[in-house]
Nanobody, 123 residues
């Protein structure tokens, strides 16, 4: 069992930056691939980025590639999403997820989800 708690969301102007954190608890946290997804009002929950358990491989949605960076610190049981050059279309609730994730870009690959943190980007 893994519990996930996101933090770091907020209101930022376009072009600004935010860093989201996801604190995980559970003995097997470090064995999971960690992912970030986001969901805007009235839309599906979409993949943003993922990092494998050893941190050796990262994956990004095309819409955030070059702007967002995902990383993890297994000693702190925490995964981060650094978001730069934010755009109004990045506005969404951001969710952290953990799972075996053979295909890390799809929701079904993840077993555990956090409650989400709101990110709002004003124009």
């Amino acid at each position: 069992q893994v519990q996930l708690v996101e933090s770091g969301g907020g209101l930022v102007q376009a072009g600004g930056s935010l860093r989201l954190s996801c604190a995980a608890s559970g003995r097997t946290y470090s064995r999971y691939t960690m992912g970030w997804f986001r969901q805007a009002p009235g839309k599906d929950r979409d993949f943003v980025g993922a990092v494998t358990w050893a941190g050796g491989n990262t994956y990004y949605a095309d819409s955030v590639k070059g702007r967002f960076t995902i990383s993890r610190d297994n000693a702190k049981n925490t995964v981060y999403l650094q978001m730069n050059s934010l755009k109004p279309e990045d506005t969404a609730v951001y969710y952290c997820a953990a799972g075996g994730a053979i295909v890390p870009t799809i929701k079904a690959a993840y077993d555990y989800w956090g409650q989400g943190t709101q990110v709002t980007v004003s124009s």
